[in-house]
């Protein structure tokens, strides 16, 4: 692991950041409850690696490149940028042209949100908005925890949702870190973090999961491709869900026996009633 020059990592300090620290619930629902890995990595033969952006959609073609930070480069709005990536991909996945999010628009629900002010927001709170009132044109039928320390968890999560959606605490140290061939890719750093450069030094963060691949995942932040080891996931991300995006489970055969997908949204909906 290296550093880059300073330029870049005063360019990484000073974009915006935006996503409160949030904690758990003891009503949370967990996605592990509702898979059977036994199923779904050994008969189905679920990938161990799989990014988004290198799949090939419905056409036959790899997506358009998501390079709009989505208003996130101006504004703390992270929270509502994330779902807006994953929206992006899972449409270009399924063919569908006319929806696309853009920054006008994330930047729009973000400041309605907020009351117009710039203050960040809630990961918890924007999946419940999502659910409810819907993003972007969307709904989700609900969402779900993941384990953040468990490989096949993520990976399968990932697979079978189009995506997650990820807290984060940044630290001050991972600004400007590059792996040899000068791409982003965030890692504790040898001996430990230094000290005032841990988890939430820099920030909390909120980030869309494309991809992983064994002790790594990549997502996409302020518009760009961002690698992390399952290390650094550990240690600096605190919230990990799974959105059950309509229309897109049981497309193409993307929610697979070894996914017990009804009995997720029978609980939800029990949940949410106060059952």
């Known amino acids: 692991m290296m550093s880059i020059d300073v330029g870049l990592r005063l360019e990484h300090s000073m974009r915006p950041l935006g996503r409160h620290f949030d904690t758990h619930k003891a009503s949370d629902i967990c996605f592990a409850k509702y898979i059977d890995k036994a199923v779904l990595i050994g008969t189905l033969q679920a990938p161990a690696a799989l990014n988004w952006k290198a799949f090939p959609t419905v056409t036959g073609l790899l997506p358009e490149p998501d390079t709009d930070p989505l208003a996130n480069d101006t504004l703390g709005c992270c929270v509502f940028a994330a779902p807006g990536h994953m929206i992006n991909m899972i449409a270009k996945q399924l063919g569908i042209t006319n929806l696309v999010v853009t920054a006008d628009m994330v930047r729009a629900e973000y400041l309605k949100r907020t009351g117009g002010s710039d203050t960040g927001y809630y990961v918890r709170s924007m999946l419940d908005i999502w659910k409810s009132e819907g993003l972007y044109g969307t709904k989700i039928d609900g969402y779900c925890m993941v384990n953040k320390n468990s490989a096949d968890e993520v990976a399968l999560a990932t697979w079978l949702g189009g995506g997650?959606?990820?807290?984060?605490?940044?630290?001050?140290?991972?600004?400007?870190?590059?792996?040899?061939?000068?791409?982003?890719?965030?890692?504790?750093?040898?001996?430990?973090w230094p000290a005032g450069q841990g988890p939430s030094s820099w920030g909390g963060h909120c980030m869309d999961v494309q991809g992983t691949s064994p002790g790594m995942d990549e997502v996409n932040s302020w518009g760009e491709s961002v690698e992390y080891t399952a290390a650094w996931r550990q240690d600096c991300c605190s919230e990990l869900y799974l959105p059950l995006v309509k229309n897109w489970q049981g497309t193409d055969g993307r929610a697979p026996n070894g996914f017990a997908y009804q009995d997720l949204l029978a609980d939800i909906t029990a949940r949410s009633s106060g059952a």
Do not use: C, E, H, M
């Not at 807290?167 to 991972?174: D, E, I, T, V």
């Not at 590059?178 to 890692?187: F, H, N, P």
């Open 164 to 192: 997650l959606i990820g807290g984060y605490n940044l630290p001050l140290a991972s600004q400007g870190q590059v792996d040899s061939k000068g791409r982003q890719l965030w890692d504790v750093p040898v001996g430990g």
